[in-house]
């Protein structure tokens, strides 16, 4: 996301890919045309079939407080907690700040960081400790945890009460002119665009 704003601002591109709303400190004249929803699920790997996570326990993880699974209930592992993810100016960085972080909670814990949500995914696949933020469309193989009590599914992510939802679309310098601004109203509209959206996320 951080990549597609910044490209987008510096003119190189017409449009760049985001994952996130626009928050302060981006720049002014951006415009965000979302397409699609989409929601990040907290995932394990499937050796490790946590039930649920709440947001104190996710205070407790992210502040060191909290270092094994042994101090997760419902988690039959003893071993420490992996967490994996991306970047603080990925689409789900943002996510994770403005959803999952309460103010004051110091984030001190280790984190291993990888560029792209497959890559996340394939960590979290092939390590029985991890624990991460993924997209909902690529959780098929990884063991996914509801969160304060609420799954993290189309159903929910559509009717709103699951509360970690993002747009997925592009952002531009002003509103999307010409063949770009076309296109992103057929992106929107066309009853086949919204079908292959429908594939992978909830078109808007």
Same mark, same amino acid.
């Not at 101090?71 to 689409?91: F, K, N």
């Not at 993002?166 to 076309?182: D, E, F, I």
């Given at each position: ?16 890919? /985001? ?11 951006? /415009? ?78 280790? /984190? ?58 592009? /952002? ?33």
């Amino acid at each position: 996301s951080q990549s597609g704003i910044a490209d987008a601002e510096r003119g190189i591109v017409e449009a760049g890919m /985001v994952a996130r709303n626009l928050i302060p400190g981006d720049p002014a004249d951006l /415009v965000l045309t979302p397409v699609a929803l989409s929601g990040v699920c907290v995932v394990t790997n499937r050796a490790n079939p946590v039930p649920a996570i709440t947001r104190a326990q996710i205070q407790d993880i992210l502040a060191a407080r909290a270092t094994g699974w042994s101090q997760i209930p419902g988690s039959p592992r003893t071993d420490p907690i992996v967490l994996v993810g991306l970047g603080p100016t990925s689409g789900t960085g943002a996510l994770l700040r403005e959803v999952f972080v309460d103010v004051g909670t110091p984030l001190v814990a280790r /984190v291993v960081t990888l560029a792209t949500e497959t890559q996340v995914r394939d960590y979290v696949a092939q390590t029985p400790a991890a624990l991460a933020l993924l997209d909902q469309a690529l959780v098929g193989p990884l063991h996914v945890a509801a969160y304060e009590g609420v799954g993290c599914s189309r159903a929910t992510i559509r009717n709103g009460t699951y509360p970690a939802v993002r747009p997925l679309g592009v /952002v531009t310098r002003g509103k999307p002119r010409g063949a770009l601004a076309r296109f992103l109203r057929w992106a929107r509209s066309s009853a086949k665009a919204r079908q292959v959206i429908r594939t992978r996320y909830l078109p808007l």
